[in-house]
Protein backbone atom coordinates (compact mmCIF):
# COMPACT_ATOMS: atom_id res chain seq x y z
CA UNK A 1 0.00 0.00 0.00
CA UNK A 2 1.15 3.54 -0.95
CA UNK A 3 -0.16 6.17 1.73
CA UNK A 4 0.42 10.13 0.73
CA UNK A 5 -1.16 13.74 1.89
CA UNK A 6 -1.98 15.59 -1.38
CA UNK A 7 0.23 18.32 -0.08
CA UNK A 8 3.18 16.18 -0.03
CA UNK A 9 2.52 15.73 -3.79
CA UNK A 10 4.14 18.30 -6.15
CA UNK A 11 2.24 20.57 -8.14
CA UNK A 12 3.25 20.58 -11.99
CA UNK A 13 1.74 23.76 -14.37
CA UNK A 14 -0.10 22.46 -17.30
CA UNK A 15 1.66 23.79 -20.25
CA UNK A 16 -0.53 22.54 -23.12
CA UNK A 17 -1.77 25.32 -25.81
CA UNK A 18 -5.32 26.80 -24.58
CA UNK A 19 -4.58 25.61 -20.80
CA UNK A 20 -4.46 28.99 -18.12
CA UNK A 21 -4.51 28.96 -14.57
CA UNK A 22 -4.19 25.33 -13.87
CA UNK A 23 -1.89 23.12 -12.42
CA UNK A 24 -1.92 19.19 -11.12
CA UNK A 25 -0.43 16.52 -8.92
CA UNK A 26 0.34 12.70 -10.37
CA UNK A 27 -1.33 11.33 -6.90
CA UNK A 28 -0.66 7.84 -8.51
CA UNK A 29 0.73 6.31 -11.48
CA UNK A 30 3.05 3.44 -13.37
CA UNK A 31 6.03 5.66 -11.63
CA UNK A 32 4.67 4.83 -8.18
CA UNK A 33 3.68 0.53 -9.23
CA UNK A 34 -0.11 1.27 -10.31
CA UNK A 35 -0.44 -1.07 -13.10
CA UNK A 36 -3.54 0.42 -14.93
CA UNK A 37 -4.83 3.62 -14.11
CA UNK A 38 -3.40 6.88 -13.11
CA UNK A 39 -4.95 9.56 -10.75
CA UNK A 40 -4.46 13.08 -10.80
CA UNK A 41 -5.55 16.32 -9.10
CA UNK A 42 -6.02 19.47 -10.96
CA UNK A 43 -6.74 22.56 -10.12
CA UNK A 44 -7.86 25.10 -12.24
CA UNK A 45 -7.57 29.21 -10.60
CA UNK A 46 -10.61 31.53 -10.88
CA UNK A 47 -10.80 32.57 -14.90
CA UNK A 48 -8.80 29.43 -15.77
CA UNK A 49 -9.55 27.14 -18.59
CA UNK A 50 -7.83 24.06 -20.32
CA UNK A 51 -9.17 24.61 -24.05
CA UNK A 52 -10.85 22.25 -26.18
CA UNK A 53 -8.48 19.01 -26.70
CA UNK A 54 -8.73 15.58 -27.51
CA UNK A 55 -6.54 12.21 -27.23
CA UNK A 56 -7.30 8.55 -28.01
CA UNK A 57 -7.84 7.58 -23.77
CA UNK A 58 -11.52 7.73 -21.68
CA UNK A 59 -10.84 9.33 -18.36
CA UNK A 60 -13.18 10.12 -15.53
CA UNK A 61 -13.66 12.91 -13.22
CA UNK A 62 -14.71 13.72 -9.91
CA UNK A 63 -15.27 17.69 -8.68
CA UNK A 64 -13.77 18.15 -5.20
CA UNK A 65 -14.59 21.91 -5.13
CA UNK A 66 -15.33 24.97 -6.88
CA UNK A 67 -18.03 25.40 -9.89
CA UNK A 68 -17.12 25.24 -13.54
CA UNK A 69 -17.85 24.33 -16.57
CA UNK A 70 -16.87 21.10 -18.79
CA UNK A 71 -17.64 21.38 -22.29
CA UNK A 72 -17.47 19.54 -25.69
CA UNK A 73 -18.29 21.07 -29.18
CA UNK A 74 -21.89 20.38 -28.84
CA UNK A 75 -22.84 20.27 -24.88
CA UNK A 76 -21.70 22.78 -21.69
CA UNK A 77 -22.64 21.57 -18.05
CA UNK A 78 -22.46 23.21 -15.40
CA UNK A 79 -20.27 21.34 -12.30
CA UNK A 80 -20.15 21.84 -9.15
CA UNK A 81 -18.67 19.31 -6.56
CA UNK A 82 -19.80 15.85 -6.07
CA UNK A 83 -20.09 15.35 -9.44
CA UNK A 84 -18.45 12.93 -11.57
CA UNK A 85 -18.11 13.33 -15.51
CA UNK A 86 -17.30 10.19 -18.17
CA UNK A 87 -15.03 11.27 -21.60
CA UNK A 88 -14.74 9.10 -24.13
CA UNK A 89 -11.63 8.38 -26.27
CA UNK A 90 -10.59 10.63 -29.10
CA UNK A 91 -14.20 13.44 -27.54
CA UNK A 92 -13.08 16.55 -27.86
CA UNK A 93 -13.71 18.30 -24.58
CA UNK A 94 -12.71 21.09 -21.79
CA UNK A 95 -12.91 22.62 -18.89
CA UNK A 96 -13.32 26.11 -17.62
CA UNK A 97 -13.87 27.96 -14.03
CA UNK A 98 -16.68 30.55 -13.77
CA UNK A 99 -16.48 30.98 -10.36
CA UNK A 100 -14.13 32.92 -7.99
CA UNK A 101 -12.48 30.21 -6.09
CA UNK A 102 -10.45 26.97 -7.16
CA UNK A 103 -12.02 24.31 -9.68
CA UNK A 104 -10.53 21.12 -8.32
CA UNK A 105 -10.82 17.59 -9.16
CA UNK A 106 -9.69 14.34 -9.57
CA UNK A 107 -8.82 12.98 -13.24
CA UNK A 108 -8.44 8.98 -13.32
CA UNK A 109 -7.04 7.60 -16.91
CA UNK A 110 -5.55 4.51 -17.82
CA UNK A 111 -1.88 4.73 -17.61
CA UNK A 112 -1.45 4.45 -21.51
CA UNK A 113 -2.50 8.25 -21.30
CA UNK A 114 0.66 8.61 -18.77
CA UNK A 115 3.24 10.39 -21.15
CA UNK A 116 5.78 11.26 -19.03
CA UNK A 117 9.42 9.74 -19.24
CA UNK A 118 10.29 6.95 -16.63
CA UNK A 119 12.22 9.25 -15.04
CA UNK A 120 9.70 12.18 -14.55
CA UNK A 121 7.92 12.53 -11.61
Given at each position: ?21 T ?14 F???R ?17 H????LS ?19 I ?9 Y ?17 G ?8
Amino acid sequence: MIHRRTEDVPYVKVAMEGVEGTSMQWLFSRLEGAPNFSMRRFIISPGGRIGLHAHPWEHEILILSGRGEAFTPDQRASVGPGEAIYIPSDEPHGYENVSDEDLVFLCMIPNSGDTRPPSDG
